[in-house]
């Protein structure tokens, strides 16, 4: 999951405002610092365009839910 798409889901659809990027950034962030989602970083922009971090469930976070 990217930023992006978690912010969309947290207002409900439609495009989400600066803001509402930065609070899905911090929550997932969050997750990362404890252990319960791993993070892959992005790439840079260039000629095709860059690619943001994306944010998995880890092994530890399944296994709680599960």
């Known amino acids: 999951m990217s930023t992006p798409e978690l912010a969309t889901l947290l207002i409900g659809g439609g495009d989400p ?3 509402d ?3 899905a950034r911090r929550r997932l962030e ?3 610092a404890t ?3 791993t993070k892959a970083e ?3 922009g260039g ?3 860059g ?3 994306r944010y998995y469930a880890s092994a530890r976070h399944l296994t709680a839910v599960g």
């Open 51 to 53: 690619q943001q971090a």
């Open 21 to 23: 990027l930065e609070k």
């Open 17 to 19: 405002e600066r803001a």
């Open 35 to 37: 252990g319960l989602a």
């Open 42 to 44: 992005g790439i840079a």
């Open 47 to 49: 000629a095709g365009g």
């Open 30 to 32: 969050n997750l990362v």
